[in-house]
């Protein structure tokens, strides 16, 4: 499965931890695909089945996520300074909805709306995880 | 493990690096680089490749030891490490800090480079880094009562560094307007003693 | 009184025992809280904890059958009592050897033990005990003394919700959010305002062309910073790959040395009070501290290679 350069969406990315982990954790237990985990690139979507989407509702962002479920292979590409990974999706996540409006920017060029949550192996691979979130280019 | 400045030459390396800082490039909108058209980076076709470029390692789990610049890491799934620090290796333990902090029972993210002897020479390091999807239930003075699933946690407002994110805005100081039964996001640190986390940064959406 | 209270705790004790039992029997979320309670690790098997959590909502079940139909019958009182001690000892022994994980007890809350799970098997051991010695059926003195009886309940009732997790949010969050009301924001007065904190300058500089040119050469996270002059410093470390090859390090990367990295960002300054921040950049060789002289449009991005896995 390659992880290829067909643009598919563009917005910010935060991170989370999934699977066996120290310290609290939220996606305890391998998220909702059931092999998440945090030292791998690993992601999680907002439209990864109907049942995420009902959590998740990017629509009322005015963001209409195209569905991509559990295994898809996405190419995140960090709109600042360039750096890319290749992440599987194997979760659920962000809740979109409850952040509408929020924005990433780098000079001056903005990416709106939480459309991506990675673990922090992936995270990591494009910048800083104590700076919480990213404005990233997805492709797959 | 040495610190970032010693006591003697650390003053005067700051100012050597103010100096080449402020007597360097001076990076300003658009004009200075002409220019970097993001969009349409977006869509340019990817850039080949570079071999020189090693790979990068991630390395998640417990310290189970420190033997000089070495950490010894046992990983969530039985996996074991080695990660070495370096001067050049940042260290985050609720701020940016040294690795005298480091302890043994915390838990770690690391960034590095594989090394032929099987470390891992570390460029960045996170000790007990948490960002977790929480609801507040309770504000106290020194205190967050937070939910965390269905889990209670507590997370402590640490003076001079919690600060908190309001509506997507720039990091502020001031935490006057959290509220009761609000969706937080919590970058912290957890506390292995006592299963807390001191909170670093608050983020509430609407 | 006593007798009074006395043998009107059946009918709490059933409330909760059947509360409790009910939701461990019926409820569809024991499989998945099972794993995370103190039972399942002194058992060292979810499904042995899960099989013990529906018989003990069995037990449960039966006893608050047995205190509301055999009120004059001491039997159904003192097996409560002996469930209350134990449910507080295996609280206990839970604390002890599984300090953060829930106790299982009604297992919808998957909240850890507190002093509350104590509090309420504390009041299946006493309540029961009362059970125990009462005499007079509880329906007896509801009917002969209504008032009391009514007041008596209630009060039972309240110490329930006031003991249990999941009512909270209709009582405990509006109370505390009144209390925020009447006495001001507790975090209220807190620097505001004149202080940007470093976190906020650290946000600014990821969002700046500086770090879009810089970032190629920048491999840490933030080493170290400081305050001068007006200035806000941000330390980083990196490495240069020279493209005139200089003398390499013999380990295969060519011309490629360590470097501090530097930025110079006002201190004052924010993503919502600057515009288009002006950020200094200096480029310093790590083991020599002299000037690099790197040509930021030059640098060009670094692919990381995708990790397999």
Redesign the interface.
Known sequence: MACGSTSLWAGETSWFCCGNAWGPCNGAGGGACGNCQSSANHGAWPNASQACWDITRPDLCGENIPRRGCGSVMNVKHQCSGATVCITITDCGPRTKEWCGETACCNGTCRTNRVLDLTPAAYSALGDLSSGKLPVYIYE | MTA??DDTGGLD??R???????????????T???G?D??A???A???P??P???????????ITGISGSVLEIA???GDRSRIRMT????V?KV??TTAEVIEIGD?L?A?GVEMPDGTVAA??V?V??????TTI?????KRLHLA??????TGN?I???T?ASY??????????R????Q?A?V?GA?R?SD?S?DV??V?V?? | MLATTSSLAPVVLAVLLGWTGAWKLFGSRVVQQAPKTALARMLRSSERAALVLRGTALVELVLAAGLLAFPAYPLPGVATALLGAGFTGYLGYGLVIAPESSCGCTASEAAPVTWRSFARAGVVLAGGTAAATSSTAWWVTVVERPATSLALLAVGAAGLVVLSVDPDRWWLLPLRRTRLRVFGHPLAGKAAGERVPVAATVELLENSLAWQAASPVVRSGLLDHWEEAGWRFLLYSGVHEDASRGEGDGDGEGGARPVSVVFALDATASRDTAGAPAARVGVVDADTGRPVPVDLTAVRPREVLPVAG
């Open positions: 970032h400045q390396r700051r050597l690096l103010a100096r080449a800082a402020l007597g360097g490039a001076t990076v300003v909108g658009a200075a680089l002409g970097i993001a969009d980076a977006f869509a076709p990817q850039s490749l570079d020189a470029i090693t790979k990068s390692s991630f390395v998640e789990g417990r990983g969530s799934y001067n050049a290796t940042s985050w701020r940016p838990g993210y960034r460029d960045a996170w007990n880094i948490v960002n977790l999807h239930r309770g504000i106290e003075k965390h699933g269905h889990h209670e946690l407002v003076a001079d560094t600060s509506a997507g805005r720039a990091p502020t100081a001031d935490l006057s959290l509220r009761i039964g969706s996001q970058l957890w292995p299963d986390v670093v940064r983020s959406g609407h």
